[in-house]
């Protein structure tokens, strides 16, 4: 069973940094492609940034590329995305997301697994 929980979110400045992490309490992460998605105020939810099970893998969203990355220690089945040079438009409650696959993927009906969220505001 795959059980996910985020935290880090908060407020902070453009240009300023957060990390976020995401803890899964089950006994199989190592196994897992992890993702982040997002969902603002009145948007859609969309993907982030996504990584395979060892961590050599990874896949941004454009929006993000550069700025954002996302990591992975297995040992402590947990993952993280550091997100420097905030702005506005990167405000949303960020969601972890994993997938019983070997593959990293963009799409959200792919992902098995969802936590709760967590909130993050940037402002200008």
């Known amino acids: 069973q795959v059980q996910l929980v985020e935290s880090g979110g908060g407020l902070e400045q453009a240009g300023g940094s957060l990390r976020l992490s995401c803890l899964d309490s089950?006994?199989?992460?190592?196994?897992?492609?992890m993702a982040w998605f997002r969902q603002a105020p009145g948007k859609e939810r969309e993907f982030v940034a996504a990584?395979?099970?060892?961590?050599?893998?990874?896949f941004y969203a454009d929006s993000v590329k550069g700025r954002f990355t996302i990591s992975r220690d297995n040992a402590k089945n947990t993952v993280y995305l550091q997100m420097n040079s905030l702005k506005p438009e990167d405000t949303a409650v960020y969601y972890c997301?994993?997938?019983?696959?070997?593959?990293?993927?963009?799409?959200?009906?792919?992902?098995?697994?969802w936590g709760q969220g967590t909130q993050v505001t940037v402002s200008s």
């Open positions: 997301a994993a997938r019983g696959s070997a593959y990293v993927s963009d799409r959200e009906r792919y992902y098995d697994y």
């Open positions: 089950g006994r199989t992460f190592s196994s897992y492609v």
């Open positions: 990584i395979n099970w060892s961590g050599d893998t990874t």
